[in-house]
Every structure is written in structure tokens, then in C-alpha cells.
């Protein structure tokens, strides 16, 4: 069974990068799409991005400019690059297999990133 | 791309049936919806899709018979029969718009189903 879990810095300072990553448990990365989404405190949820096995990416638009998301097929990982945060992308990151088309299935446990100086 | 409203709460006693709506922006009707339960403190895990037509391909792992999806004009319901303590959870709905460069994924603001 594909188990997902997410890692990485729990505070990120203002105008930094945010990077996370995603290690894949129980399965390969391919033939598959993977996302990151994310919850702001009490909010909803926002999807940011998906990376294919391949390697093609798809973004939100709201946060394309800021966001990188790649695989690390060695390692059956994927990774999550934002960079400038400010205090509004405080939030849990989950990632998640799924994407165009596929739902999300299974999601990791999320990790909490606090922006602050 | 589509806007997916849900009501932010909604109560049920224990043993009863409950019915939680996701509705499809004007204009989306045809869409599919993917339903997550997000337990307290948990991350979201998948429940079922519902297109217009009802049920669409496989429920997620572990998801039990008592839950059941509808679809209706732009409404796509979750129904929950003979709720338990544990299907107090945050539940979310979900869709994908478009391709290539125009790709995304939206969500509903979700909805707490309190067990009374």
C-alpha cells in the first residue's frame, strides 16, 4: 500500500524559500501524477501544483510564479520549492498522488510550515 | 473555472442519515466532484467521485457501504446512512477544469459534520 510522508523546516522567514519534500513509500513514482496541496489555518484547501512522472509539471496560477515542484525518481520523492513566503502561506502541505483527471489518493499527513521572522 | 460552494456545517445524531451538498457553479453541470473526509488533526483521504449521472469508479480504501454519492443539476451529494462517532470529520469537495497550461484544481471551503 503507497504511503506518502512529507518533510522538511517547520518556520520559513519572510522573503524565503520554502522547501519540501515528499518520500513515497509501498510504490514507484511512475506511471503516476503527484500534488502538493495545501491548508491555510481553519481555511480550506488549495491545490498548488502536480508534477507527472515524467516530469511535466502543472501549476495554480495563483502561485506560479513562485512555485517549483520536481521528482527525484532515485529516491521515490518529490519535492516542493515556494519561494518569497510571506505569512499567508502559513498552512499545512500535503502532498498526494493524483492530478489531471485522477483523484487525489492516498494523501501523506501534512506538515505544518509557520512564516515567520 | 468552476466555483464549488458548500455549507460550512452541518449536524446529524448518531445512527441517523445525513446529506451533504457540493454545488457546481452555473454553467459546470457536467462536471465530476471528488469527496474527502479530513478526521480532526488528519489529512484528507478520499471517499468517492460523483459525476451528473451518480457514482463514478471506486470508492477509496476502507470507505464503508453507509456512504453513498448523488448527482443532480449542480448538486453533488454525499450521503451518509447510520453515522457513527467516527464520521465526525471536515468533508471536502473537489474538481479539476481544463488542460496543459490551463489546469486546476479547485475546492469547496468544506463542511464539519458534528455527531450529536
Known amino acids: 500500500q503507497v504511503q506518502l510522508q512529507e518533510s522538511g523546516p517547520g518556520l520559513v522567514k519572510p522573503s524565503e524559500t520554502l522547501s519540501l519534500t515528499c518520500t513515497v513509500s509501498?510504490?514507484?513514482?511512475?506511471?503516476?501524477?503527484w500534488s502538493w496541496i495545501r491548508q491555510s489555518p481553519g481555511k480550506g484547501l488549495e491545490w498548488i501544483g502536480y508534477?507527472?512522472?515524467?516530469?511535466?509539471?502543472s501549476y495554480n496560477p495563483s502561485l506560479q510564479s513562485r512555485v517549483t515542484i520536481s521528482l527525484l525518481t532515485s529516491k521515490n520523492q518529490l519535492s516542493l520549492r515556494l519561494t518569497s513566503v510571506t505569512a499567508s502561506d502559513t498552512a499545512v502541505y500535503y502532498c498526494?498522488?493524483?492530478?489531471?483527471?485522477?483523484?487525489?489518493?492516498?494523501w501523506g499527513q501534512g506538515t505544518l510550515v509557520i512564516v515567520s521572522s | 473555472q468552476p466555483v464549488l460552494t458548500q455549507p460550512p456545517s452541518a449536524s446529524a445524531s448518531l445512527g441517523a442519515s445525513v446529506t451533504l451538498t457540493c454545488t457546481l457553479s452555473?454553467?459546470?453541470?457536467?462536471?465530476?466532484v471528488d469527496w474527502y473526509q479530513q478526521r480532526p488533526g488528519k489529512g484528507p483521504r478520499f471517499v468517492m467521485r460523483?459525476?451528473?449521472?451518480?457514482?463514478?469508479?471506486s470508492k477509496g480504501d476502507g470507505i464503508p457501504d453507509r456512504f453513498s454519492v448523488l448527482g443532480s443539476g449542480l448538486n453533488r451529494s454525499l450521503i451518509i446512512k447510520n453515522i457513527q462517532e467516527e464520521d465526525e470529520s471536515d468533508y471536502h469537495c473537489?474538481?479539476?477544469?481544463?488542460?496543459?497550461?490551463?489546469?486546476?484544481?479547485?475546492f469547496g471551503g468544506g463542511t464539519y459534520l458534528t455527531v450529536l
Open positions: 498526494a498522488r493524483g492530478g489531471l483527471a485522477a483523484q487525489f489518493d492516498p
Open positions: 509501498g510504490g514507484s513514482i511512475s506511471p503516476n501524477y
Open positions: 508534477v507527472y512522472f515524467s516530469g511535466s509539471t
Open positions: 452555473s454553467g459546470y453541470k457536467y462536471y465530476k
Open positions: 460523483v459525476g451528473p449521472g451518480g457514482y463514478v469508479g
Open positions: 473537489g474538481a479539476d477544469h481544463g488542460s496543459g497550461s490551463d489546469f486546476v484544481v479547485v
